[in-house]
Nanobody, 126 residues
Framework: QVQMVESGGGFVQAGESLKLSCTTS????????MTWFRQAPGKEREGVAV???????NYADSVKGRFTISQDNAKTTLYLQMNNLKPEDTAMYYC????????????????????WGQGTQVTVSS
């Protein structure tokens, strides 16, 4: 059974940093594309970053140069380092995994991802 649990969210001021973690069990990163999505109130869930088994990564334009997706060497924990946070980054952040559908996963299409965590809230104050 796949389990994904996010942590690390919080309340910060604009310009500060946070590092989100997604602890997983029941899946092997070598077979999955791993991702972070976010959803602000009243908005669609949008892809933020994705990393594949080769540890190549892709980012939404809105976070390029500020966010970094990574995984630990044991390949059980996914991270999202978020620097220079902005109020528009305020959202619930979710980790997710895709088995197959790698073309869509790379393009941050949420329908590619079949496994999701419950989310962790990030709030950025101006």
């Amino acid at each position: 059974q796949v389990q994904m649990v996010e942590s690390g969210g919080g309340f910060v001021q604009a310009g500060e940093s946070l590092k989100l973690s997604c602890t997983t069990s029941g899946l092997e990163f070598d077979n999955y594309a791993m991702t972070w999505f976010r959803q602000a109130p009243g908005k669609e869930r949008e892809g933020v970053a994705v990393i594949n088994s080769a540890r190549s990564s892709n980012y939404a334009d809105s976070v390029k140069g500020r966010f970094t997706i990574s995984q630990d060497n044991a390949k059980t924990t996914l991270y999202l380092q978020m620097n220079n946070l902005k109020p528009e980054d305020t959202a619930m952040y979710y980790c997710a995994a895709a088995l197959g559908n790698y073309y869509s996963a790379w393009r941050l299409r949420k329908e590619a991802f079949g496994y999701w965590g419950q989310g962790t809230q990030v709030t950025v104050s101006s």
